[in-house]
């Protein structure tokens, strides 16, 4: 059976339908800051190649897969707690992967260790989902939802409404074998998010919607707590120009 990387790549291309859709955002938001950028949570390098980034994952298969795919530069490293001498103009956070931190505590971990890493004027860009935006039901059975190249994936849903909490069944079949797993994310509404980001002394200075999915753009600034990122003066400048809590469709 292929390696749980390729059978991200093959739930990309076959279910989720998700190649270069979001490449456009982060590239428009790296062509303002500059670089270097920095991907986080990479996974097999679907935009950590364009992009030119340094890829950061905890999961050794994924980096082999975005080795494969050309990137040069990957870290394996858990993204709540990374260091790394290199500062960064961009820290790329895409496709609800700040969604698998599910408490608090982790992901405003993981968005200080973003913060602790960007150089100064330095944004953070990131995608998020809310999934139980307009569901009712508390589960949704066992789907078909893809069958292509000798693979076949049968996933469902289930929805814990009071915690906020999705978890996304998945069974993948290939030549007699199978492979089950079970993926639990949060759900982050703007509201949310934003809460989250304010603990990390960060503020939402871009933000546009598709349906239930958000991309945020996000700079340092002081925080109540009179905490200084590194890059907050110069951060507050670009912020201005980035300012466009618009409606604009994702790219
Ligand atoms: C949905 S994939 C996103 C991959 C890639 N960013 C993309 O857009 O295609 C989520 C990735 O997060 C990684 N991941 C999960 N928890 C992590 C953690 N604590 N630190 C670093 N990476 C993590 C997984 O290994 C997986 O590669």
Redesign the pocket.
Known sequence: MRSP?EL?DWE?AHVAG?WHQ?LASYAAVAARTGGPVL??????????APLGAVG????A???AGARRRGVRRLVR????R?ALAQRFALV??????LQ??VDDA?AVA?LRCAVSHLAPGGMLAL?VTDFQAGAVRASVGVELLGRADGVTLHGALEHDFSRRLTTYHRRFEEGGETRVDHVMLRCLDWAELERLLERACLRLVGLSEEGHRLFCVASPHQCADGHQPPSAPAASRRALALATRDRARLA
């Open positions: 990387a991200y990309l998700r979001d991907e986080l949570a990479c996974g097999t390098g679907r935009l950590t950061l994952d905890v999961d298969d994924m980096l490293a858990d993204m709540r990374f790329a956070l895409p496709y609800n992967s698998l931190l982790d993981c995608e």
